[in-house]
């Protein structure tokens, strides 16, 4: 694959900067759509470094290079300059060796993918969007915030996402989002299907009703939850045991079967690989990002 430049940018006034400043909000009318805005201007060497599955779903903005990703054991995942890219249910990696990132992750809220494409929020699962379609003047947009520096691109999109998404209605159904509540809170040791039951996405409505407005299925989706906790938790203590024990696997041979599927390596091979920059960079997104005041998690 031939990495493309977006026209009209200068990628080379763009270096990585030392820090990655911290991800910041949205205005707040947007938040019922937009978690946090992070920049992304990273050089990662992306040979035999595998993208683990996650549960988010973002619009890259890439004012730099545009690579393409290729899922394990799974399809193309075609890169735009504006995409929106959904969960991955399996470990991908770049079809390049070496990629200059230089864009602004937007990431939406759990069901605004849903409110924002409707059905073709399927496409985003293992995939992704030309988000061009959905947003206009797209182009023109990445112009105009590759030199500005982050706050001010941050300032920039709230002032054009703003009347876009003012014309959406989000959605909303309070079982479902109870339900992501506990799909999503500390990890403890329930068992996945425990986890599923107590949420009430054991019935084959609230199933059907998960996978229309996530594009997975509850099951599914708490896996990868449970394994984007275990690689917080690894950065911090790899400790084999104690994180077999904290996030309810039955034993180590499943700990390391689930492991290996949602990332393409084992548990020692990345103990191993964390001593690079370049391994880490491709685990950026796990990051927590700030928290809204105005949003509260708990189920009433």
């Known amino acids: ?32 759509f937009i978690k946090h805005y992070r920049l992304q201007e990273v050089d990662i060497d992306t040979w035999d470094r595998w993208a683990p599955a996650w549960t988010q779903t973002f619009v890259l903005l890439n004012y730099g290079e545009i690579y393409h990703m290729k899922a394990l054991k799974g399809p193309l995942i075609q890169g735009f300059p504006a995409m929106i890219a959904g969960i991955r249910t399996l470990p991908a990696i770049g079809t390049v060796p070496f990629v200059r990132m230089r ?13 924002w494409t409707g059905n073709r929020v399927a496409e985003t699962v293992d995939g992704s969007l030309d988000a061009s379609d959905f947003m206009p003047g797209a182009h023109r947009l990445l112009r105009e915030i590759a030199p500005l520096p982050f706050e001010v691109k941050c300032q920039r999109l709230d002032e054009y996402f703003g009347p876009l998404f003012n014309n959406i209605e989000p959605f909303q159904h309070e079982s479902l989002e109870k339900a992501l509540s506990v799909l999503t809170e500390p990890a403890d040791q ?16 609230f199933r059907r009703l998960f996978r229309q407005v996530t594009g997975v299925s509850p099951k599914v989706y708490s896996r990868i939850l449970r394994m984007e906790r275990v690689l917080q938790d690894f950065h911090s203590n790899p400790d084999l045991n104690y994180l077999e024990r904290v996030h309810g696997f039955y034993d180590q041979s499943h700990f390391i079967r689930e492991f290996k599927r949602f990332t393409n390596v084992t548990p020692r091979a990345l103990i191993k690989a964390f001593q690079e920059q370049s391994v880490r960079q491709v685990h950026s997104n796990l990051e927590s990002g700030p928290e809204d005041p105005s949003r509260n998690s708990s189920i009433p």
């Open 190 to 205: 329930q068992s996945i299907e425990a986890r599923v039951e107590r949420a009430g996405l054991s019935s084959r409505h």
């Open 103 to 115: 864009a602004v992750a937007v990431e939406l809220q759990p069901f605004a993918t849903y409110s």
């Open 1 to 32: 694959m031939t990495i493309k430049p977006v026209p009209e940018s200068n990628e080379s006034s763009h270096p990585p900067p030392d820090a990655a400043p911290a991800p910041r909000l949205p205005a707040p009318e947007l938040r019922p």
